[in-house]
């Protein structure tokens, strides 16, 4: 049985999605306030998170950068009113997978939750250790290990840069639309009217610049980003 752990401080909220995932076979345990939230999920074992942004004590934002500092894999979902553009793309920085904006149908909260269950298993199946290793120009990146060095340094990755990164180095030299990147790194399929794809493809090319001269992801105007040499 799959474990959730829901951070919300709507009582009404809170039963309605406690009852859902209950019913759909989810364990869920329930925190209403960004404290105990951050205390449960650092010293739990929780297969998703569920997080609203305004909470009493600690807001969202805090409690899932805090998360991901100790846990780089485990799936976060934001669920909150703050809806705008701004927002989501400031959520999904702090190092959420995805983001739901309320009022919600059920139906799409636990859509939203199988997408993530089933990317976070498919990280975890054992893969032939020629595939782990994936190089190009002078980056190296192994995802049995999590790691990737550029001339001999190690950059520091979140999981959602990480998984980026990994889908440029699979497929070199192809251009790879926003909408693949979308589908692909966050399991969304659809336009979430953000940026936050070109914000990625920045924070990975700043921290791929610092110990390289050589610009290796390009933006090709209408179409996506390419991972190349510079001609």
Known sequence: MKKILLVEDDPRVCSFINKGLTENGFEVTVAMDGTLGLQLATRGSFDVLILDIM?????????????????????????TAMGSSENIVIGLESGADDYLVKPFKFIELLARIKTLLRRSEKSEEPKK???ELFTFADLILNNSEKSVFRNGHELSLTSTEFRLLLMFMKSPRKVLSRMEILDEVWG????????????????????????????LIHTVIGMGYVLKEEQ
């Not at 909470?55 to 979902?77: K, S, T, Y």
């Open 129 to 131: 250790a020629d595939s």
């Open 188 to 215: 969304v399929n659809f336009d979430m009217g953000t940026n936050v794809v070109d914000v990625y493809v920045n924070y990975i090319r700043k921290k791929l610049d610092k110990y390289g001269d050589q610009k």
């Open 55 to 79: 909470l009493p004590n600690m807001n969202g934002l805090e409690v899932c950068r805090q998360v991901r500092e100790r846990d780089r894999d485990i799936p976060i979902l934001f669920l």
